[in-house]
């Protein structure tokens, strides 16, 4: 059995949805040890999420963050808005969507459909920085 765990930073980003696929992979060259097993990535933060969805059209991550953005709007009635008005619908969207994942590994690879790439969903306006914990449990 292999077991790697790793946390990453990923690079600083504004509001928004952004495909990391390529950066999470590019941080786990070790999966290609791994035949048959199972990925865990994990975001450590309350205000951005993870997703998996299309990875094709850029125009699906820009309507998925304008039907988040109508869904829960910045609404000055929020009584937790400790850092700004995106401060609690950040958080919202964050329980609506999850902050973690979990993907199959077949042959050294994340087994995801032809279509799908892992997404960074940035809820807050201003640009962070976000760590997420990485875990591969397998066989060789």
Not at 15 to 37: A, D, F, M, Q, W
Not at 92 to 103: E, Q, R, V
Request: contains cysteine.
């Amino acid at each position: 059995m292999i077991f790697i765990q790793k946390e990453i930073t990923l690079k600083s980003r504004s509001k928004g949805i952004y495909l990391i696929t390529s950066e999470i992979i590019s941080e786990i060259p070790e999966i290609i040890n791994i035949r048959v097993g199972i990925a865990n990535i994990f975001l450590k933060h309350t205000s951005a999420s993870l997703s998996i969805n299309e990875n094709a059209s850029p125009e699906v991550r820009v309507d998925m963050d304008n039907f988040l953005d109508k869904l829960v709007p910045n609404e000055k009635y929020f009584l937790h808005n400790y850092e700004g008005e995106d401060d609690m619908p950040a958080h919202i969207k964050t329980s609506l969507i999850g902050n973690s994942l979990t993907i199959p590994i077949t042959d050294g690879r994340l087994n995801l459909g032809t279509w799908q790439g892992i997404y960074l969903c940035e809820h807050r306006i201003h640009s962070h920085r976000r760590k997420v914990v990485i875990t591969l449990i397998g066989t060789e």
